[in-house]
């Protein structure tokens, strides 16, 4: 557990993106679940939620470069 903690304090962007990503594929898979989306719509639709979570993060933290 050392360990992991380690290493998020180590790479806080690249965990961060992780934990947003996650979080907003299980969103997106609990709420698109009923829709009937085939397997290359599914795939695609989670690259983008994970690309757009990378987004959010790098957005939030272009203020953490200039300090």
């Known amino acids: ?3 992991l903690w380690n290493w998020i304090q180590t ?8 934990a947003l990503a996650v979080g907003m594929c ?11 989306l085939l397997w290359y719509q599914w795939i695609a639709l989670l690259v983008v939620t994970t690309l757009v979570a990378g987004a959010c993060v790098w957005i ?6 200039e300090n």
């Open 11 to 18: 790479h806080p962007r690249l965990s961060g993106w992780i």
């Open 26 to 36: 299980a969103i997106l898979v609990w709420e698109a679940r009923s829709v009937g």
């Open 60 to 65: 939030i933290s272009i203020d953490d470069d």
């Open 1 to 3: 557990m050392a360990t």
